[in-house]
């Protein structure tokens, strides 16, 4: 079954305003990534996060891995039309290449 | 990072027959990874394929249904067999490689399969 836990599922944001999206796993994680899907679009990679308490920073998003390394955050400011999407995380266990992906949260942004 | 080429992008098939999606990457990977996406949902692995050996299929996918090959080191394809509505889904190929230093995953643009 998925190992990885992601909520909320959606995430109806008004324009300007901040959101964050969680993922939890039951297992300790070798490295957590992130990735968005546009509307009709595939996954594009967006960061990985590997060390303990890493944030990583990408203009308006902050990703966040947890101490013990099994959750991470997006953290979205300001958000704009072109943040629409689903936001998948992915996790990888140590000695473990395949990806475990959460269920995604589905942002739409009210004008 | 690398660029994948998926084919076809969509098809509608009839119920019993049978899909072969292709995926060519340009440049060589160890490991090119299948993954189906159900509306709305997440992805699922279907089975990581290697050069020159057969392809590991996870828990609650079989060879006979979704046979892969992967004949060399840019390339593999996905069969869907015998094909039923419950089939009906995104089909997406990957590989890693997708930022600096050779780490996340690229994805295909998908497949994106009606089965009626």
């Known amino acids: 079954g998925q190992q990885v836990m992601q909520i909320p599922q959606y995430q109806h944001v008004q324009e300007g305003e901040d959101f964050t999206t969680y993922c939890n796993s039951s297992?300790?994680?070798?490295?957590i990534q992130w990735y968005k899907q546009r509307p009709g679009g595939h996954p594009v990679f967006l960061i990985q996060?590997?060390?303990?308490?890493e944030v990583k920073k990408q203009k308006r998003l902050t990703f966040q891995f947890g101490e013990a390394k099994k959750n991470s955050s997006l953290h979205i400011t300001a958000t704009q039309t072109t943040d629409v999407g689903t936001y998948f995380c992915?996790?990888?266990?140590?000695?473990?290449?395949?990806?475990?992906f959460g269920a995604g949260t589905t942002v739409t942004v009210r004008a | 990072s690398a660029v994948i080429s998926q084919k076809p992008s969509r098809d509608i098939c009839q119920r019993g027959t049978s899909l072969t999606i292709q995926c060519q990457v340009d440049s060589q990977v160890t490991m090119m990874f299948w993954y189906r996406q159900q509306p709305g949902q997440s992805l699922t692995l279907i089975a990581t394929a290697n050069q020159g050996s057969e392809a590991t299929y996870e828990s609650g996918f079989v060879i006979d249904k979704f046979p892969i090959s992967r004949p060399n080191l840019t390339f593999s394809t996905l069969t869907v067999s015998n094909m039923s509505p419950e089939d009906s889904s995104i089909y997406l190929c990957?590989?890693?490689?997708?930022?600096?230093?050779?780490?996340?995953?690229?994805f295909g643009s998908g497949t994106r399969l009606t089965v009626v």
């Open positions: 990957s590989v890693e490689g997708a930022g600096h230093g050779n780490y996340g995953y690229t």
């Open positions: 992915a996790g990888a266990r140590s000695n473990d290449y395949k990806l475990s």
């Open positions: 297992t300790t994680l070798s490295n």
């Open positions: 996060l590997v060390k303990s308490g």
